[in-house]
DNA sequence: AAAATATGTCAGTCATGTTGACATATTTAA
DNA sequence: TTAAATATGTCAACATGACTGACATATTTT
């Protein structure tokens, strides 16, 4: 499989173009479709993993700004985000300069759940990496970088990178 | 962009789990939010460009096939099947050895109705390869084929590999 | 003849998204 | 200082694409 499988110029662009759609696919759905345990007892599903992590990663981030990352309205953020601040994993702090804003912040509880639910997804994609090598997973970002729209990709590209250091 | 951000032995374990679960969620979003057009006009959605897909793809599928193909129920798969026979673009024939399966196939209508719908994806992913490079299309396959779940992996990479010569 | 298999369907539910309309608090601008 | 703009929240109705459970039909296998 290691052969003529992963030789691009051997390919058709149409060649191309199905294998790298259906890996995506099919990829992406294994990646994501963790061990249902933990999240499904406690009620929450995809769309509470990604504001906790999202919170988490921009500690403070304006309600705006979220709504922005994930793409959806206000209205659908809403019955989620609720129930996690009322289960105590989100706070909302009032603005500093801005009392319209609500700054949100997970709480240590929410960390708790939040790492509770990437565990099983670090170890599988840490392990992915391991097994294609630094080289693909260099190739692995590239292309997915390229994959954004030319609309998002600046901004994206600097929300990915942002606070490397930590 | 191109320095430090994609030196993958500069990050370390939590950085590039970060950089790629999010690369993964925004480029695989990207690629799939397709311009409404063709789609809503019709009143089809992403379920029925991937029965689509997968019946072109493999033409005489059985059902239990795409069912496990999708990984949906058949219960699920059976509206969205039903409609885009209904409306010509999938033909059920019966089985010649065993009567009581249904072969799938699209017809000319869903072939065409295929191709409006992938066109803008196509041009997307081959834009995409193309700026990154084959070196990162080989990696980006890589890490995918290794996201896959071990006991996916055989079955999903062969018919990946499927008709390659097509 | 009985059991297993491949498929289909009815009915109800859930998670997550959408629009549209409106309310409230706060900041900015005329 | 009032009026307009902004940031957020919420109610209601609806769409899509999943799910479970139960049952029906045709066909093949035992």
Redesign the interface.
Known sequence: ?TDI?????K?S???????????????????ISWPDDVLHELGFGRAHH?IL?FVS?SPGLKVAELLKLL?ITKQSLSRVLSTLVEKGHIRQDIGVQDRRQRLLYVTEQGQDLLNKI?EH??E??????E???????????????????DE?REE??N???KD?G?
């Open positions: 499989m499988f992963f030789n691009v110029k390919h662009d149409q060649q191309k173009f199905f294998k790298g759609m259906e890996l995506l696919y099919f990829g992406y759905r294994d990646f990604r992590h990663r793409n990437t997804q670090k599988h994609m840490l392990k992915a990496f097994t294609a090598g630094s080289q693909s997973v260099e190739g692995f970002w590239k292309v997915l970088s390229a994959l954004l729209t998002n994206l590209l929300q990915i990178n490397m930590a």
